[in-house]
């Protein structure tokens, strides 16, 4: 079925009306099915006053709102697992869809479509007065185009109903909001398949020949295996089956490379790798190799291995099995412009190799990064690209989407926003990605909105005027900052603090003023000492009050907040 469809009928469903309506609920409903009536309840309750009772049966056949697809009389069964149905009549109104999850986000989906909540943040949820609202009777339907989204906020994975209500399906196993998809990340797993430690005293020709040598180093999940010996075929085979076996539940495992470049250069892969013309030919026949034999004890599953750095590039002649998952990861590409942007040389050649890749195989998932893992909070000009390059995933046959971002923290550079932007859009693609960027800012930061949104185009502006392709790990000057330029960000928010409505709207621009004052302080060894103390105090005094825990991926907060104190000394 397409991915949305409605139907307008030309009658309304008038909510000023409803006074005597109930909500229906099956007892065989699911547990996700029991919290979607209740988060019904709880939020039309708010949009519109009237607290809707909770009943297990209909009496009489109008004025009801029916959850799920038991209440509503149809086969879950015969429903995708995150397929939804809403259908609206003047006394009726049905939300039901696939399980475990159909239902729960058609739910959100008509809160968000019909009377206009916006989940912007953990503890904000906008909520528009319904009181007189008139909803346009008719159905629609919708069934995801990606089975797998992860936005990588820590938000997220902290406050799971909020990922529910965003539709990220992949941070919680709870019941009640739909546990998690069955699918998992595609990742390093040599390691878990073929353990060095059990394994490489007995067996060293399990593994890469690097340099005329057997590789011994284990750091990167390592070493790599060499993939065309037909012993380490079959127990990297054993151990997915044993995994699977005991994971029932499974519909995906990884059987891919460890994260380093040592891959094997003996003769037999060497020939295979040669004639493909990528390392990728001889992992991907070995990809297949495994599936093949996976596929006999656990048909339903795919096997996933990522297309990463030397494995990026598709092979000439060898195709991926039907039961093959490709990854591919956007590690190398600017982050300023959109991936198919046909002028952006750096963007060309995993343009070229993801169109490829897109020919040959039918499930495609992404890892794409959206943050500064340099600085988690230094100004970072992506936001206009995030909705072309989810575009773009979808036309290559991408079937998930593990959007890499500030998972250890919840203050990077308008990580609220990002966040915000990358849940909705991979729930749907075809979302007004600069509506949703102006939504957000209008709606969660109030009369301060317009200096933030001054901020966000003069960012990307100034980042594009001086023809700059910065990468994931961009220093300040790759995306553009300079000491005059830092300082124009910080008036930026200076302006939107003094713009401020309330103390809730200035602590929610507080905290999206960190990124100015760490713009000023990579950018500001010229600053006067004493100006200098006091931006690196508000600085810290700002992180810490709202809970920064990493600077950068690898670097905690406080070390970096030392190292800042003693560069003070």
Not at 224 to 235: A, D, F, G, K, S
Not at 266 to 282: K, S
Not at 365 to 376: E, L, Q, R, V
Request: charged share 25%; aromatic share 10%.
């Amino acid at each position: 079925m397409p991915a949305s469809k409605a139907v307008d009928c030309g009658d309304y469903l008038d909510c000023s009306q409803m006074h005597a309506w109930d909500i229906v609920i099956a007892d065989e409903a699911i547990p996700s099915e029991r919290y979607a009536a209740q988060e019904f309840q709880r939020w039309f309750s708010r949009s519109t006053g009237l607290q809707l009772p909770l009943r297990s049966a209909a009496e009489g056949t109008s004025c009801h709102v029916i959850i799920g697809a038991d209440a509503a009389n149809l086969n879950p069964s015969a429903m995708q697992e995150e397929e939804l149905q809403i259908s609206i009549e003047r006394n009726r109104l049905v939300i039901a869809g696939g399980r475990p999850r159909g239902t729960l986000y058609g739910v959100y989906q008509f809160l968000e479509d019909y009377l206009g909540v916006r989940f912007l943040t953990c503890d904000h949820t906008h909520v528009p007065d319904a009181t007189e609202l008139k909803i346009p009777c008719g159905t629609r339907t919708y069934t995801p185009p990606f089975s797998f989204r992860w936005s990588f906020y820590r938000e997220n994975a902290a406050h799971p109903e909020f990922a529910a209500k965003l539709r990220v399906n992949t941070v919680t196993g709870e019941d009640r909001l739909g546990g998690n998809t069955c699918q998992s990340l595609i990742n390093h797993s040599f390691h878990l398949l073929v353990p060095y430690n059990e394994y490489g005293e007995s067996d060293p020709e399990f593994y890469a020949l690097v340099d005329g040598e057997r590789d011994t180093r284990t750091r990167g999940g390592g070493p790599q295996l060499c993939v065309t010996n037909p012993e380490v075929v079959e127990t990297a085979a054993a151990a997915v089956i044993k995994r699977l076996n005991d994971q029932p539940l499974a519909r995906n495992i990884s059987v891919s490379q460890a994260d380093t470049n040592a891959y094997c250069r003996c003769n037999a892969c060497e020939e295979i790798n040669g004639r493909e013309d990528t390392p990728m030919g001889a992992q991907l026949t070995f990809v297949n190799a495994v599936a093949e034999r996976v596929e006999k004890a656990h048909p339903d599953v795919k096997i996933g291995t990522l297309a990463y750095w030397y494995t990026r590039k598709a092979p000439i002649t060898i195709r991926p099995r039907h039961n093959v998952q490709i990854q591919l990861c956007s590690i190398e590409c600017c982050t300023l412009h959109p991936i198919d942007d046909s002028k952006c040389e750096k963007n060309r050649a995993f343009c070229r190799d993801a169109d490829e890749w897109g020919k040959i195989c039918n499930d495609i998932w992404i890892w794409n990064y959206n943050t500064n893992f340099h600085a988690y909070d230094l100004p970072f000009p992506n936001l206009r690209v995030i909705g072309p390059n989810v575009r773009y995933f979808l036309r290559n046959n991408a079937k998930g989407v593990f959007m890499q971002a500030n998972g250890s923290s919840t203050t990077g550079e308008l990580c609220d926003l990002r966040n915000y932007i990358i849940a909705r859009l991979i729930w749907d693609p075809e979302l007004d990605d600069e509506a949703l960027c102006g939504e957000f800012v209008r709606l969660h930061y109030g009369g301060a909105a317009q200096p933030i949104l001054d901020y966000i185009n003069r960012l990307h502006d100034n980042a594009d005027a001086r023809g700059l392709h910065p990468g994931c790990f961009p220093l300040p000057h790759e995306v553009g900052l300079d000491a005059e330029f830092a300082r124009e960000i910080f008036e930026y928010f200076e302006r939107a603090l003094a713009m401020s409505d309330d103390d809730v709207i200035r602590a929610r621009v507080e905290k999206a003023s960190i990124c100015a004052y760490r713009a000023m302080i990579a950018t500001g060894d010229e600053i006067p000492p004493a100006e200098r103390t006091q931006l690196i105090e508000r600085y810290i005094t700002l992180c810490q009050r709202y809970e920064m825990t990493h600077a950068a991926e690898n670097r905690l907060a406080s070390d970096y907040f030392e190292e800042l104190k003693s560069s003070l000394i």
